[in-house]
């Protein structure tokens, strides 16, 4: 297992933006489908943005629009940049890195430990 270092949440008023990072050691952000996932607690982990080695996209529906995930392979790091914030995006965001082979949901690949994002007025 890989482990991946998140950053970038915090405690935001509702309309407010965030960008989180995720670096990764070696080329992993480059030769893996990258995703980020947030969790409430009760709820199972839940899969918000995803891009693949080819740079398709996908969104759960709650975000598309106000969220935009992307990558820089000279840095390592993927990030997520979220706008237009509301109290319902309040979760931990989890970052993970698997093959393209492996389906997108679920708990396979790596992880890493999470960052707290709060949106409150």
């Known amino acids: 297992q890989v482990q991946l270092v998140e950053s970038g949440g915090g405690l935001v008023q509702p309309g407010s933006s965030l960008r989180l990072s995720c670096v990764a050691p070696g080329r992993i952000v480059e030769l893996n489908a990258m995703g980020w996932f947030r969790q409430v607690p009760g709820s199972q982990r839940e899969l918000v943005a995803r891009?693949?080695?080819?740079?398709?996209?996908y969104y759960a529906d709650s975000v598309k629009g106000r969220f935009t995930i992307s990558r820089d392979n000279s840095k390592k790091t993927v990030y997520l940049q979220m706008n237009s914030l509301k109290p319902e995006d309040t979760a931990v965001y989890y970052c993970?890195?698997?093959?393209?082979?492996?389906?997108?949901?679920?708990?396979?690949?790596?992880w890493g430990q999470g960052t707290q994002v709060t949106v409150s007025s």
């Open positions: 891009l693949q080695r080819d740079d398709t996209t």
């Open positions: 993970n890195a698997r093959s393209e082979l492996l389906p997108p949901t679920g708990d396979s690949g790596s």
